[in-house]
């Protein structure tokens, strides 16, 4: 079975521990694809804001914002199904934020990776920031 599989001794025992394995388990998928890590975790400062989980380079030169999403089933539609509106916008509104710093602005977008039952699926533009 899989790296997240709730049966195996060295299964994560809480949820934050399941989501810190899934997200490693995606930062490795990406890395393996040629993606640069530029940034984990990253959060706007104060409350309401949003989170980042892994900001990466392409090949290209291209800033992916990647929500890392884990699930242990599907019946409910899986991990990729649950990544809301309200999330995209929390996320959208943490990219704006981060891309403030920087001295020029790159091509953008959003990625999710979605581990379901182990099993990682990568979905490149998997949503747009409003204009």
Same mark, same amino acid.
């Given at each position: 079975? /899989?790296? @997240? !599989?709730? *049966?195996s001794p060295l299964a994560p025992a809480t949820t934050k521990q399941r989501g =810190?394995?899934?997200?490693? @388990?995606? +930062?490795?998928?990406?890395? $393996?694809? /040629?993606?640069? @890590?530029?940034? %984990? *975790?990253y959060r #706007? &400062?104060? %409350? /309401?804001?949003?989170?980042? =989980? +892994?900001?990466? %380079?392409? &090949?290209?030169? #291209?800033?992916v914002f990647v929500?890392?999403?884990? %699930? $242990? !089933? #599907? !019946?409910?539609? /899986?991990a990729a199904a649950s990544v809301s509106i309200t999330k995209q916008r929390r996320i959208v509104f943490a990219a704006r934020h981060y891309l403030l710093r920087q001295a020029s602005l790159p091509p953008c977008r959003f990625d999710v990776v979605a581990v379901d039952s182990g099993a990682v699926q990568w979905i490149q533009g998997a949503f747009d920031a409003p204009t």
């Open positions: 079975m /899989g790296l @997240l !599989s709730k *049966n =810190d394995a899934a997200e490693a @388990l995606a +930062l490795q998928h990406l890395q $393996r694809a /040629g993606l640069l @890590l530029l940034q %984990r *975790n #706007t &400062p104060g %409350r /309401g804001g949003g989170e980042i =989980d +892994l900001i990466m %380079r392409a &090949p290209d030169g #291209t800033c929500e890392v999403r884990q %699930r $242990r !089933s #599907t !019946s409910h539609g /899986g």
